[in-house]
Each structure stands twice: as C-alpha cells, then as structure tokens.
C-alpha cells in the first residue's frame, strides 16, 4: 500500500458458480431447469446459419445469431427462423466479447430457450426485412442453451448429460406441450447415429503443453498422421468455457496454419482447454495441456485478406500509465466491504504482474461505450455472479501500420456484480473464508480483473482462471501459470507499437513497480506544530486497504529517523478517518516528522516530511515504561550525562547520551526503586524493576 495524496472490442467476461461444491462453468450460480423452462417465452431446438452484429444506443454490440428452426418446444410460432441475441460481436474495428454471453457455433445443434420478443431491442435491419421473426435474448444467458454433442444435450450445471428423447419428454412434462416442427406437425426425438471418423488415427502431436488465444509461433499445435486430406476440416479441443463437457473447433479459417495429409499446424483458439481434441472425431492419443489462455481479436481489419486472429495491447489511458475505475453511485460506491474486496483484488494482480489499473472516485454513469471503467452491481442475467466487459479499439495506417501492425487497444474495462449471488447464498466479502452458504467476492473480482487483464478461461480445477468456482471456495491469487499468461500481455503492452493512435492514450502502458504496486492509503493531509509544550500531528484518510498501522517517525537532522510512537490503523475503510499522535520530547530547534504506513502484509509506505520549529522548550526527561522488567527507554531533548542511583543513593551508572530515545537494559538490577538524573537539565525521574 501506499499514500496518495490529494474499434471498441469489448470483452465481456463472467464468473459463474455452484452450490453443494459442484463445478460451475463463468462461475454463475445454476438456474433451476424449472425455472429455466417456467420464464421462456419460447424454447427451440435449431443450429446456427448465420451472424449479425449490431449495436444499441450507448453503443454496446450484440450479435443475432439465426437459427434454423427444428422443433418448437414451447409456445410453437408458424416460423423456420428465429434470432437469438448474444453480447458480443465484430463491427469493423469495433467488437464485443463477452463472457458468459452465449456463444453458438456453427455445425452445433443447441435448445435455446427464449425470454421474449423485445420490440425496442434487437437488430433493426431484420426488424425491417423479417418483422415477424422472434428476436430474443436467451433465458440465464448460457445457461440458456443446452448444447448436442454425441447424441445427448449438455447442460451447464444442473442436469446430466440427457438424450433428444430424455429431454423432450422433461420439458413436454414442464409446459404441456407438444413438440412440433414448424409446419405444427408432430416432432419425435430421432435416434442417435454415431458415424465413423473421417480421418485415420492421429499419431501424435507437439508441444503437449501450450497456451491458447495467441499468435505466436511457438504455440501453434502441430498435428501428424496420416489421410487427413488435403483440404481442411476441424480439430475440436475440449471447450474451457465449460470444462471440457464439449468440444469446440475454431470457427477462423485462417487459425488453420497447415493442413496436409499427414501434418495439421492450428492455433489453439481461446476457448480451447486442457484435455484430448479430436481431428473430426479421431481422438489425439494423449492430452494437451493448456498453460494459459490469451483472450483474442478476430477480425480483417485493417487489410488481412480475411478474418485473422490478433493479439491486443494494454495502454496508458489515464496519463498515469494505465487504467482507473470508479465506483458507480449509488451501489457499489456505498459498499465499504465490496470495495475493500475488489481492492484486494486489484492489488492481488497489480503486485503480481505490475498490471496499471487503480481507483479514482465514483460515477453515476451507467454500463456503456463511454470512456469510463465502472464497477457496479446489478445488471447482469440470473445466474451470472460477474461480468467484466473489455472494449477495444483498432487503429492503422494502410501499407505500414496494417494487418499484424495493426494497434487493437484496450480502451475501457467496466466490470459488473450480481448484488447478491441469489439461489439462497451471499457473498462474504473477506477476508475471512466463505462458509458454504457463501461465494467468495474477492475470488470473483480478482477472476474478472484477470479477464480484463487479458486472460481467458482455463480447465484447471483451483486455480484462478479455472472455468468454475463453488461456494465455500476461495481462490484470491493466480498461479504460475496464470502469473506467465499475464506477463507475456505485458510484455508486449509495454513496448512501442508501431504508431500511436489518438484513440488509444498516451502510448503503451507503464508498468508498476514492487515499490508502487500496493493501493494507496489516501492520506487527505499530515500536519504538526508546537503547542508551547508539545508537538501535535494530526492526520486524515479518505480510504484505506489493508491498513495494520502508522508509525510515527522523528528526526532532528532530517536524514536519521527513529520510531516514536505507533496508532493502530482501520484495515479497510472507506470512510473519513481522523489521527492524532503527541510527541512530548521534541527537541530545541528543528524537529522533522513523517508517517511509515504498513499493510498488515508488512508492505509499507512514507507520508512526506513535516518540519516543526521548537522554541524555549522546557527540558523533558522521559522514562517508559514503568514500572520496568527488562529494558527502560530514556528520552532526553538535550545532550548531555545521565547518572543512575539506587534507591540508598549510590551511584551505580554514568552514561552520556544525544538528544533522542535510547534503550537501557535493567535486567541485572534487582527489584526495587531506582532514580535517573539529568546533568545537563537537574530533571530526576524515579522508576521501579520489577522481578521476572
């Protein structure tokens, strides 16, 4: 800690979360399939045919995906289209990825189910051309979507994997309903039909450990075999975003480096985790480990001749070097205890990767595209405990600063929390553990700045960016390998680009220090002064993080300080907090002061220095404490000698010592009284050594 004195690709990431210590995909907390069933306004069974994004009206992009309809499973419309709403999309140089926004792949069959047409919202040209078709965002989000694959629907969280039949019969039983196709005719569950591999069987792979999302080289997966063909097909990697409960292959052409007969070289796309891919069925013979996840750009901007993976850049948008939040109001500003979590959480990766993100006071500003990072409550779809929406910008110079060159900036970070967790748990927000009726707020702020900081989900079960987290766990530091993944962001977030776009602040980001990475204890004012008897220092924070305590320090040549004193600080506050010290021994002169704050993990920082001039101050002679077992600490204001006498008057010590507090040791003396006399001064204090 220490003192302060007074394109948009948006990346949307979650933290999802379940009960009974069951794993969670975004770490949401489960939503009933009841309840799922019980609030859609329309569940369809359908596979995606097209993507369209758009944007509303404070400039947040969303993404209609059209299905081709199936079945009707509830509440069945004369239609073989509809659009399901996601967050998230590429516009030209602007995009939204949002994590836990539904995210629907082509060749996948899903059931969706559907909250209901909302005529305000949606994309407006389809609102033109295809006024009839429904546009719906899905119930819980993804949650809202149970994903075919093998023959059986997965489900996030609550149910089993269950077969076409299985499922039609549970959610016929829930609506009283039939299932029908869009012509109303009668749809019955059709049997599962595995076909055989199109491939023969993949012989082995290299590296076994590498990082997914990136562009670089070294971890491009490298695949040998033989009859893969010559044309390309897909390498499904287990789906991270669900713990590997699916499979999902890249949907970016272009992410296929090679593909030959006997040799396949793929970038691991973002979502891939760790575990056994698959070349169109044909299983690799060994896992793939996944180290960490870089969360990417796809997009054709500015000048790749198709859609491309890019890496993006942190930057200096504050002109200090890096990114500062404010805290919406009312909410979030007015929880003392979630903004001491969430402090936790940000200095957790900024001592960790020296990652520039910091706070700066409260907005009324709502989410949107506005240059603003906020952290609010509410919002969110039920289910979802956090969302953190990074929003990028992309900029070039077509012929020099182009395709690869192209500057993708993170240009915003809001980062949203479901008030409550819901589902009949809280948050405990630290820093004690959670109980199991409680979700760890610090854990899911500390994944979500991971997400904002660039990283995306990974199957790594209790460690940070794992894709799930459960109720009485807590998970408040990155592991080593996330530690890596953050690195490598920064690594190239704080060299030269090569241009700087306005669009995109002051250059690239300067990273923090171990010296400047602990969050501020805002220090409002320190001042002292000389009442004709003693100097006064009184001092005020605004806030505090992790605040064990101020040690007052003096000094009379303003170089050697020593510890006068010590006042117990608030540990995390949020509020207007008054200090006072008296100093009872300054000396003629000059007396210098400063305050050494220390966190409670022993990090510690300086005040700047306060001067007092003494005047005719009367001689002081301090003794403490007394009575006394070991050692007795002597102050004087004046140089000069001390005598020591027992209590018949002997002499039995004459020592010389400089203005300040010195230790003397009395263990050797026996119980009794005993008297310290000043030369210099005449004082006389009496003190009594008590026995051990």
């Known amino acids: 800690m220490k003192f302060l004195n007074k394109l948009a690709l948006a990346w949307g990431v979650c933290i999802c979360s379940f009960p009974s210590l069951l794993p969670a995909q975004c770490l949401s907390y489960p939503v009933p399939i009841e309840e799922r069933v019980e609030r859609s306004d329309a569940i369809v069974l359908g596979s995606l045919v097209g993507q369209f994004p758009f944007e509303d009206s404070v400039g947040n992009i969303y993404t209609l995906n059209l299905l081709e309809v199936t079945a009707w499973l509830k509440n069945a419309r004369p239609h073989s289209l509809v659009g ?19 995210r629907l792949h082509y060749g996948k069959e899903y059931i969706l189910m559907l909250e209901g047409d909302n005529p305000a919202f949606g994309h407006p040209d389809f609102r033109q051309s295809h006024p009839w078709m429904l546009q719906s965002l899905a119930y819980s989000d993804s949650q809202g979507a149970l994903t075919l694959e093998k023959g059986k629907y997965h489900d996030l969280y609550v149910l089993s994997p269950k077969t076409e039949a299985e499922m039609f019969t549970l959610i016929s039983r829930l609506t009283g309903q039939d299932i029908v196709d869009p012509e109303g005719q009668p749809f019955p569950p059709r049997p599962f039909v595995e076909e055989p591999p199109e491939f023969q069987p993949v012989n082995g792979f290299s590296p076994s450990t590498t990082n997914s999302g990136t562009i670089v080289n070294g971890d491009f997966l490298t695949i040998w075999g033989s009859g893969f063909g010559g044309a390309p097909g897909d390498v499904f990697f287990p789906n991270a975003d669900d713990g590997g409960a699916t499979t999902i292959a890249t949907g970016v052409s272009s992410d296929y480096v090679q593909w030959q007969d006997d040799t396949i070289v793929v970038k691991v796309l973002e979502e891939g985790g760790t575990g056994t891919f698959n070349v169109n069925g044909v299983s690799a013979p060994s896992s793939l ?18 859609v491309t993976r890019q890496r993006y850049y942190l930057r200096d948008m504050d002109g200090s070097g890096g990114y500062q939040f404010l805290y919406h109001t009312p909410g979030f500003a007015d929880s003392a205890a979630a903004r001491a979590a969430f402090e936790r959480a940000m200095e957790t990766w900024r001592c960790g990767t020296f990652f520039n993100i910091s706070y700066g006071g409260t907005t009324g500003a709502t989410f949107a595209d506005d240059d603003l990072n906020t952290v609010q409550f509410g919002g969110l779809p039920s289910g979802v405990l956090g969302v953190a929406t990074s929003r990028f910008a992309a900029s070039g110079i077509p012929g020099s600063c182009d395709q690869f060159n192209t500057v993708w900036c993170l240009e915003e970070i809001d980062v949203r929390f479901a008030t409550s967790p819901g589902g009949g748990f809280s948050w405990e927000w630290g820093p004690a553990l959670p109980s199991t009726n409680e979700y760890d707020f610090e854990s899911v702020a500390a994944h979500e700045l991971g997400h904002a900081h660039g990283l995306g989900h990974r199957i790594a079960s209790g460690e940070m960016m794992h894709y799930a987290i459960s109720n ?7 592991s080593a390998n996330e530690i890596a993944g953050a690195n490598a962001k920064m690594a190239y977030s704080t060299v030269a680009t090569c241009f700087n776009p306005s669009n995109c602040g002051n250059g690239p980001m300067t990273p ?46 303003g170089r050697r300080f020593e510890r006068i004193g010590t006042v117990a600080g608030r540990g995390d506050s949020f509020e207007s907090v008054d200090y006072t010290f008296l100093d009872p021994l300054p000396v003629p002169g000059l007396n210098y002061y400063r305050l050494k704050q220390v966190d409670f993990d022993g990090r510690h920082a300086y005040s700047d220095v306060e001067v007092v001039e003494v005047l005719d101050a009367p001689p002081a002679l301090l003794l403490y404490p007394n009575p006394v077992r070991d050692v007795l600490r002597v102050g004087v204001d004046r140089p000069g000698w001390l005598h020591l006498y027992n209590a018949q008057g002997v002499l039995l010590q004459t020592l010389h010592l400089q203005p300040g507090t010195h230790d003397l040791n009395v263990q050797h003396l026996p119980p009794g009284l005993y008297l310290l006399e000043s030369q210099a001064t005449g004082l006389r204090k009496r003190f009594a050594v008590v026995g051990g």
């Open 84 to 102: 399901v709403i996601s967050a998230g999309g590429v516009l030209g140089n602007r995009a939204n990825v949002v994590y836990p926004a539904l």
């Open 472 to 478: 009485r766990v807590a998970i408040r530091a990155p």
């Open 289 to 306: 480990t996944i180290a960490y996840a870089h969360i990417a750009v796809n997009s054709s901007f500015l000048n790749f001749p198709e």
């Open 512 to 557: 923090l220090t171990a010296g400047n990475c602990a969050l501020p204890v805002e220090l409002t004012f320190f001042r002292a002064w000389y009442d004709g008897r003693d100097v006064r220092l009184e001092w005020n924070t605004a806030s505090e993080v992790g605040n064990d305590r101020f040690e007052i320090e003096r000094s009379w040549d």
